[in-house]
Structures are given as C-alpha cells and as structure tokens.
C-alpha cells in the first residue's frame, strides 16, 4: 500500500508541475498579448488599410508602392511577385485601364505586436481596360503589416481573384 501512495503521490506531484508550467506559459502569452495596445494597433492598420485602398482605385501606382515596404513580397493567383515587380509593372498596369472599380468587405485585422499585424478581406473588382476588355473578379487579400519608425506598410501579400460569371452572379 506504501509503494501505491508513493507512486500515486509522484505522479500527482508530476501533474502539478506539468499544470504550473503550462499555467505559466498561458499567464506569460496572455502578458504579451497584453503588453501593447491592441485597439491602438487595430485602428491605426485599418486606417493603413483605407489608404492602400485609397490608392488602389485611385489608380495612384506610387501611392500603392509607397505603402510597400522594399523587401515586400506577394503570391497572386499562384505567382511570387517582389516588390521589383510591382514597382515596374504596377504603372503600366494602372496605365492600361480607363476604369477600375473595387469593392472591400469583411475586413479584419488581427494585432500580432504593435509593429506586426495580418489585415484580411474579400474584394470584388470590375476592370475596364483602355482596349475595351472588361473583366470581374472577386476574392481574398491577406497582408501582412509592418510598423517601422511610425509607419505602417506592408511587408508580404497575398490575393486569390476568381472570375465572376456575369449570368450567375
């Protein structure tokens, strides 16, 4: 019976360390979590965000780039793109366009630290391109935000567009 106490005594002795550690971790990410201000964070991405958007439709190519960080990388539609790319190609592209209207719904932004946090959102764009072409299309954008000397801009994107079929939609 003393050997069943003994034993019973050291995995319960096993079971409260293990629960103080994890307690520990929890209290020390929960510290963290709590050490900056989230709101404040929130509120100064999302106005980031507007600003991106307000380039965008803008078609204010240098706008969009200056809300680039220089080591910014993307994947579109299954293609890595650096921020080289976009800053040579994203003139000409505005260029080719008489109209660009773009819809952003369902945003959200989720603070990692305050100089990190991920903005996501559901866009619905409708381009008309100078040689008559239009084309539509929706889906998910995902950035990664970075705060650098009081500046927010984006360091990693990444955006899915999916054709919309005129007659179903």
Not at 32 to 40: H, S, T, V
Not at 83 to 97: A, K
Not at 103 to 116: N, Q, R, V, Y
Not at 126 to 154: D, I, M
């Amino acid at each position: 019976m003393e050997h069943l106490t003994t034993s019973t005594f050291r995995v319960c002795k096993y079971f409260a360390l293990i629960a103080a550690i994890c307690s520990s971790c929890q209290s020390k990410e929960n510290d963290d979590l709590d050490a900056f201000d989230q709101n404040k964070v929130t509120e100064e991405v999302e106005s980031a965000v507007w600003s991106f958007y307000t380039a965008d439709t803008a078609r204010n190519a240098q706008g969009v780039i200056d809300l680039l960080w220089p080591e910014y990388s993307m994947l579109g539609d299954g293609q890595r793109m650096t921020y080289e790319d976009v800053e040579s190609g994203i003139s000409r592209f505005m260029n080719s366009l008489t109209l660009f209207h773009t819809e952003w719904s369902d945003l959200d932004i989720i603070p990692i630290s305050e100089t990190a946090a991920l903005s996501s959102f559901i866009f619905r764009d409708s381009l008309v391109f100078k040689e008559g072409n239009v084309t539509q299309a929706r889906g998910p954008t995902t950035f990664l935000w970075q705060k650098r000397e009081g500046q927010w801009k984006v360091l990693y994107g990444d955006a899915d567009h999916y054709p919309i079929d005129q007659q179903q939609d």
